[in-house]
């Protein structure tokens, strides 16, 4: 009989053979594996699969849902194996999905993170210089952090100032120019990290103090800290969430729409230039990331004004 500890291996390996990087789910399964040895578990059930995933108490009950699909895609996979791992059902947490209201920065907002982050401590130096130079690299570029976390040296184009984005969300990928200013900042922060890091153990481009690629659990959670610092969040003690990082993401589409706007670019023909940029295969997840603000609002009211102009009496 496999114990769950090697089902999973196997399922994580056949579903990432099929093309799904499994990253995120592959964690979520793994400590769902450790809570079913800790309760002594030999199958997977129902009620351990519903304990599980409604463990923490102050998700919102489609988080909860979320865990409990990853366990049931599990499970099937189990179940196949040996009938005697039984497959959640269907609509256990009733939920409605609701999509995060959006924070969108401020300039300065984001210059006071990368602020913090130049006070982070360290053992070598390199820490603080690397979550600067990334944090600014996730606002002025509005990337997903797993593709600045697995951006290597040679994806970085620090001449040309062109990234490369290399097998990204549905396995797509894409070039980036860089403005100047930001090719300038980058080839700073890369003589910085030769110089405090010169023996690499990992190609990345962003690498932490001992020579490896971040993970993006340590990028949150040093986020949380440094937002902490500059006000964005509430104490540690404190109740409640905050700003994210995919924040960031929505502030760069935002803030670019508010730009063509006001630059008299025709926003509407635009849009599948912004949708490339971002990576999306449709247009319509784009406009996922668009939040109607009082700056985008009114500079789309100006444009209107200028094409239509009001009838006067």
Known sequence: MNDLRTLLDEYLATRRALGVRMEAAGRYLKRFVAFAVQCEALFITTELALR????PNDAQPAQWAKRLGLVRGFARF???VDPRHQIPPQGLI???FRRPRPYIYSDREIADLSAAARE???TTGLRPFTYAALLALLAVTGMRTSEILNLDRDDVDLVGGVL???DSKFGKSRHIPLHESTSLALRRFAARRDRLCPAPRAP???LNESGTRITESTLRWTFVRLSRRTGLREPAKSSGYGPRLL????SFAVGTLVRWYRDGVDVERHI???ATWLGHAHVSDTYWYLTATPELMQAAARRLDRIAPRSRP
């Not at 599980?52 to 463990?55: F, G, P, Q, R």
């Open 52 to 55: 599980w995933a409604t463990e």
């Open 78 to 80: 189990a179940n196949a």
């Open 94 to 96: 009733a939920h409605r």
């Open 120 to 122: 982070l401590s360290g």
């Open 164 to 166: 490369t984005v290399r």
């Open 204 to 206: 990345a481009f962003f």
């Open 247 to 250: 924040d960031l993401r929505h």
């Open 272 to 274: 599948p230039r912004l």
